[in-house]
């Protein structure tokens, strides 16, 4: 099946179809607020702060009661910081609880990495995932997410390597 060639949007502060860029690519917004970077050297802060608390027997002492206290999801609160992930949404309730700076990293979003590139590729770029997404409209529900991925790995690569 063939797709006819979206037309090109020149707008250069278009931004990127949200409903074709999946959780691996976009920081979703919920109750705990957006997803934010967070950097090794933040992760053993957080970690060495809790041993602290552990020493000085003040609260929270252990991951579980530092769960607890942000109100998180225990597994997600144990995959962040006994894994390689690089994002959470639990970062500034983290940072509130333990009273310690959050990581030092510079957020960018989405359209900020769309704006430092030169027009014509920001053109083309939106202009292929309008068209994506279009065609990936018109699936069964149940195909659409496995493409939503794949276009999000693409564009994650893409921005990694640009």
């Known amino acids: 099946m ?22 691996s690519y976009v920081a979703k917004k919920d109750s705990k ?3 934010r970077e967070m950097t090794p050297e933040w992760k ?9 608390n552990k020493r000085n027997k003040q609260s929270p002492a252990t991951l579980a009661e530092l769960t607890r206290r942000i109100n998180a999801d225990k597994r997600g609160i144990y995959v ?23 990581p030092l990293t510079k957020p960018t979003s989405d359209e900020e ?8 590729r920001q053109a083309l770029l939106i202009a292929f995932v309008s068209g994506l997404s279009e065609a990936i409209r ?16 693409f564009l994650r690569d893409f921005f990694k390597n640009h």
């Open 33 to 35: 607020g957006a997803a």
């Open 80 to 102: 962040t910081f006994k894994t390689d992930q690089t994002t959470s949404k639990y970062v500034d309730a983290i940072c509130s609880v333990l009273e310690i700076d959050p």
């Open 113 to 120: 990495k769309l704006r430092a590139l030169p027009s014509e």
């Open 44 to 52: 053993a802060l957080v970690l060495a702060k809790l041993a602290e």
């Open 138 to 153: 018109a699936l069964p529900v149940e195909q659409q997410r496995p493409i939503r991925t794949l276009i999000a790995d």
């Open 2 to 23: 063939t797709f006819p060639p979206p037309e090109v949007n020149h707008k250069a502060s278009a931004a990127l179809p949200s409903d074709v860029l999946s959780a």
